[in-house]
Each structure stands twice: as C-alpha cells, then as structure tokens.
C-alpha cells in the first residue's frame, strides 16, 4: 500500500501563559508535540493515544494544519502540505474530513444542510449536491433523518452527520478526534462499526485520537503510543490485542 500520511520531524510548541517565564525573562514555549516522524499506509485505521496532554489532538491538528508545525513536513497522499499557499491549502484540505468529539453542527441548520455545507464550499457541482447528501447519509444509515435539525437527534446520530459531512467530498483521509467520548458503550460499538464499514467500503484512511483502550482493540490496524509529547512506539494491534514493547507503552496499554 502506498504512504498516504508522512511526518517528518515535526515539532509544535505553544507560548505558556504570559506569568510563565524563562530564566532568561523571556516568555516560555511549552513543546506539545517533540519531533515526530511517522507512516501511515493507505486504508490504515491508525490510532493515536496517551494520557490526558500527551499531544494527541495536536498531532492529530498537524495533518490537515489546523496547527502548522514549528519545523518538519506534513506530507498527504505524496504533497507537503507545510509548502502549499493558503488557497493550495484549502483546497488539499477537500482531501482530508475531519470528525469532532462535540460533532460541531450547525444547530440552526437540518441533517441534509449540515451535510451539503461541506460540499457547497468544496465546489461540489450544484446539480449533484442533492444525490452526494442522501447517498452520504444512506451510508451513515440516517436517510430518514435528512430534514431534522441536530436537537432531534441523539448523540449517536450527531456524530453519524459528522460522519457523513466529512466523507461527502470524498477525502482520501478521516481524523477523528475522540469520535466516541461522548457516547455510551453501546453507540459507541455501532459508531465504530460505521467507521470501519467506511473505511472498508470506501477505502479512506482513517487516524483516531482516543483514550478509550478499546476503541484502538476494536478498531485499529496500528497505533502511535505517545507520551509527554513523545512518540514512545508505533503498535501493532494483533487479535484485539495493543502489541506495546516499551515499559512505558505496556502501562499505557494495561491502563484500561
Ligand atoms: N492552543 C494551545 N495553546 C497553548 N497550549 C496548548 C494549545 N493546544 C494544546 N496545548 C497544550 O499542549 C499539550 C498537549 O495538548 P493536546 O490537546 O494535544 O493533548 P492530548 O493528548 O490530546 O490531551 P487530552 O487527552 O487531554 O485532550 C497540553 O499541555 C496542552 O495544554
């Protein structure tokens, strides 16, 4: 399978609050993310987890450069994405969905406008908005639901919309930040098996920050094991088993 997401040495620091200085009296970066360099083969399911501050989301905001690195490359599907403009980005972006532990849906908008957002600001052809919207939500099984605003709709059905406004315009690639953490056990199960059914059936690669240990079992074909802005080890994950080999990893592992 080819590379569909390289890293290269990225690093992302923020500025700490303002009280927080150096020795020097300069203000003080905290590093989230140290440098990094990671693979992911196309149609993986590749999960990222740590503890709480371990530098998941940001990791995970480096692939499609809602956070941009301080240094390193963020390569999708053969394009570094840290030398495109700001147009070239928001256009390589329409290959990468993304989903969101509080969904984030328009509540003043239905099911079927949430949905046809995501391809009216793609270019999506105007004609075929309508069938690319219900094609979508037969997927996420939500077809009854099109004319609903999200307040009808339970937690479950939230995030099959977000589901389905990401995978709209087709991308090549799924981030999904702690997609389940909002969810009971039992929805949770039947979310992943959507998204596994997507990745199946339409082959996009999906990354999944999470700190449930069995979402990464159930789900994932690999997973990065970071701590403290550290990537310890990259996982296999073998008969729902997280195969972890450093002392820390295997703590993490059994932390369930
Ligand atoms: N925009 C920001 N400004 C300042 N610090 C930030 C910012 N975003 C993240 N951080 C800090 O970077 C570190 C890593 O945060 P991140 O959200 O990536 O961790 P995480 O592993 O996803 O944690 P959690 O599981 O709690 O969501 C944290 O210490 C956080 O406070």
Request: some cysteine; overall charge neutral; glycine content about 8%.
């Amino acid at each position: 399978m080819n590379d569909m997401i390289v890293l290269n040495d990225v690093t992302k620091s923020f500025l700490s609050d303002r009280s927080i200085k150096d020795k020097d009296g300069k203000p003080h970066w905290f590093t989230a993310v140290e440098p990094t360099s990671l693979t992911i083969k196309q149609g993986e399911i590749f999960g990222l987890m740590g503890y709480s501050g371990a530098g998941k989301s940001t990791l995970l905001r480096l692939i499609n450069m809602l956070e941009r690195p301080d240094s390193g490359q963020v390569v999708i599907d053969g394009t570094d994405l840290t030398t495109l403009s700001a147009s070239e980005l928001r256009i390589a972006r329409h290959n990468i969905g993304m989903i969101f532990q509080q969904f984030n849906l328009m509540s003043n908008q239905t099911v079927f406008d949430n949905v046809a957002f995501n391809l009216k600001i793609s270019g999506y052809p105007s004609r075929d908005i309508h069938k690319r919207v219900m094609d979508c939500l037969a997927i996420v099984d939500l077809t009854d639901r099109a004319g609903h605003y999200p307040a009808q709709l339970s937690g479950g059905q939230k995030q099959r919309v977000g589901i389905a406004r990401a995978i709209a315009p087709s991308p090549k690639v799924l981030l999904a930040d702690e997609p389940t953490s909002a969810l009971d056990p039992a929805t949770t199960r039947s979310l992943l098996t959507c998204l596994r059914d997507i990745n199946e059936q339409l082959g996009v690669t999906i990354v999944i920050v999470t700190h449930e240990m069995s979402v990464i079992r159930r789900l994932c074909d690999r997973a990065a094991l970071l701590h403290q802005g550290q990537l310890l080890e990259v996982a296999d994950v073998r008969d729902g088993l997280i195969q972890a080999t450093t002392p820390i990893g295997k703590g993490l592992v059994v932390e369930d």
